[in-house]
Every structure is written in C-alpha cells, then in structure tokens.
C-alpha cells in the first residue's frame, strides 16, 4: 500500500487517479481548489482525503503536504485558457503559468523530503488538451 497524493484531484482524470489507486488500496490524498462538492463525492465514493489548497500558492502546498509521507507524487492540476493567447490577459498568462508550471515545482518541493527520507518515490506529470 502507497501513500498517493494527486493534484487536481475532485474532477476529470485527477478524479479517475483517485478511483484507480483508492481501488488498488493505496492511501489517497488530493488537492483541489474550488470544487468542493465534487471532491466531497469523490472522498465519499473512494474513502480518499480531499484537501483544498491552490497548488501556485507554495505557502499553502507546503503546509498541505507536511503531514503526508508520500510515495507518488501525481502532478495533475491545470488550469486553460479558451481563445487566442494574441487576446489573453497578462494576470491570465500569469495565473496559468502559476498553476501548471509553479504549481509542479511547489509540490515537487514539498513532497521532496519524504522521498529523500525514504530514498525512494515517484513523480507522475500529467498534461490534457
């Protein structure tokens, strides 16, 4: 049994992640960020522990993760822009760039410590669209 701790956990694939290591009886953990009545269905459904935290905020991530000994890491949170980038916002590029590339440095970071105690773990990047 793993200590799974997946980002962006409460829709989409990070929710199938849920389910998949749930069922293979790992101990699950996954951050979300405002979906609070889908990560409540998914904990429900899958006896995972759901825990609100914006994985750009490092402040936050750090303290998320500093009571979970993780084995995997899965870095799943994203965030979109529909429409053309010639058209987005500076705060929109900023917020993206936040989110998909600084959140997966903050939890890299934070889940570090546990790997380097038990000399072993796994990080797992996702991508979509």
Known sequence: MANVLIT??????GA????LFSARGD???F???????????????TGATPICCDVADCAAVKAALSGIDAD?????????HYGLMSM???AAW???FDVNVKGVINCVNAAMPAFLRK???AVITVSSM
């Not at 199938?16 to 389910?19: D, P, T």
């Not at 009545?37 to 459904?45: F, H, N, Q, S």
């Not at 995997?72 to 979109?80: E, Q, R």
């Open 8 to 13: 962006g956990g409460s829709r989409g694939i």
């Open 16 to 19: 199938e992640a849920v389910r």
């Open 27 to 29: 101990r699950v953990y």
């Open 31 to 45: 951050l979300y960020e405002k979906e609070h009545a889908a990560a409540a269905a998914v904990a429900e459904t």
């Open 72 to 80: 995997v890491l899965i870095c799943n949170a994203g965030i979109v």
């Open 88 to 90: 987005m916002e500076e």
């Open 94 to 96: 900023d917020r993206i």
């Open 119 to 121: 000399q072993r773990g």
